[in-house]
T-cell receptor, first 114, second 113 residues
Framework: DTGVSQNPRHKITKRGQNVTFRCDPI?????LYWYRQTLGQGPEFLTY????????KSRLLSDRFSAERPKGSFSTLEIQRTEQGDSAMYLC????????????FGPGTRLTVT | AQSVTQLDSQVPVFEEAPVELRCNYS??????LFWYVQYPNQGLQLLLK??????LVKGINGFEAEFNKSQTSFHLRKPSVHISDTAEYFC???????????FGTGTRLQVTL
């Protein structure tokens, strides 16, 4: 397994701009998760996919946030009209069909909104 | 809804000393329990997990944890720490019917000579 990869690793953007992050899960993992981690806090769940279906969304995921996993492989997380409060580490994780309780995390994308 | 409490935000310890990082959880249903470690500028790595069965679980890097249902705790221990164990440690809970992990706020383990 090559591990979960995320791009970009760092993103600096100005308030009001749109940003998009990409996550490539471990091959053949059918579940993919997005979490957000702010400084000094644990990761907070945002949303997850089983194959291409988005099965759960947190209340944290406002209407400015959208996530997709069109072919059941990679996923994108888009934030529209970014706000300073969106500054955080965005983590992606994936889990295999047979052991879906085990989540493998990527290195994260650090977003800074100025 | 489930929740996780890690009472110690920071734990300083000397190298080769034992350490215990505390974790308490709250849930109205049965849970799976996890400890993850996060090194600076990296993602989270799974240390160990409790699903069922023996309440003492062993993980990577010499860590172990004990599930105590009556005290709703899942404390992490290591008998002798190394400088390389310096990191942030997160306890997490997952219910049987939900896939999301609910994390505690983390404990910073600082190992010094």
């Amino acid at each position: 397994d090559t591990g979960v990869s995320q791009n970009p690793r760092h993103k600096i953007t100005k308030r009001g701009q749109n940003v998009t992050f990409r996550c490539d899960p471990i091959s053949e993992h059918n579940r993919l998760y997005w979490y957000r981690q702010t400084l000094g806090q644990g990761p907070e769940f945002l949303t997850y996919f089983q194959n291409e279906a988005q099965l759960e969304k947190s209340r944290l995921l406002s209407d400015r946030f959208s996530a997709e996993r069109p072919k059941g492989s990679f996923s994108t997380l888009e934030i529209q009209r970014t706000e300073q409060g969106d500054s955080a580490m965005y983590l992606c994780a994936s889990s295999p069909r047979t052991r879906n309780y085990e989540q493998y995390f990527g290195p994260g994308t650090r977003l800074t909104v100025t | 809804a489930q929740s996780v409490t890690q009472l110690d935000s920071q734990v300083p310890v000397f190298e080769e000393a034992p350490v215990e990082l505390r974790c308490n959880y709250s849930s109205s249903v049965s849970v799976y329990l996890f400890w993850y470690v996060q090194y600076p500028n990296q993602g989270l790595q799974l240390l160990l997990k409790y699903l069922s069965g023996s309440t003492l679980v062993k993980g990577i890097n010499g860590f172990e944890a004990e599930f105590n249902k009556s005290q709703t705790s899942f404390h992490l221990r290591k008998p002798s720490v190394h400088i390389s164990d310096t990191a942030e440690y997160f306890c997490a809970v997952q219910t049987g019917t939900a896939s999301k992990l609910t994390f505690g706020t983390g404990t910073r383990l600082q190992v010094t000579l």
